[in-house]
Nanobody, 124 residues
């Protein structure tokens, strides 16, 4: 049974930082495509960032230069370091894993497993 368990998140002032973690279990994730998405109230889920096993990384334009994705394969964990946070970053953040690692990193349908979601709130 594949599970993605998220931690981190919370409330932070604009300009602050947070780090999200996503611990995977129930499989060997070293070759998986791992991604982060977010969903704000009344909006569709949107791509934030992703990383492949060869450490190719992808970012939405809105977070490029502020967010950094990384993975620790030994711990089966993916991280999203979020810096210079803005109120518009407020959303529920989801991590996701795709065993079809060749899929597009940008679309939710590429991913097979999802974390439980964690709230990030940035106050102005």
């Amino acid at each position: 049974q594949v599970q993605l368990v998220q931690s981190g998140g919370g409330l932070v002032e604009a300009g602050g930082s947070l780090r999200l973690s996503c611990a995977a279990s129930g499989g060997s994730f070293s070759n998986y495509l791992m991604g982060w998405f977010r969903q704000a109230p009344g909006k569709e889920r949107e791509f934030v960032s992703a990383i492949r096993s060869i450490d190719s990384t992808y970012y939405a334009n809105s977070v490029k230069g502020r967010f950094a994705i990384s993975r620790d394969s030994a711990k089966n964990t993916v991280y999203l370091q979020m810096n210079t946070l803005k109120p518009e970053d407020t959303a529920v953040y989801y991590c996701a894993a795709a065993y079809r690692h060749w899929n597009s990193a940008y679309i939710p349908d590429s991913y097979d497993f999802w974390g439980q979601g964690t709230q990030v709130t940035v106050s102005s």
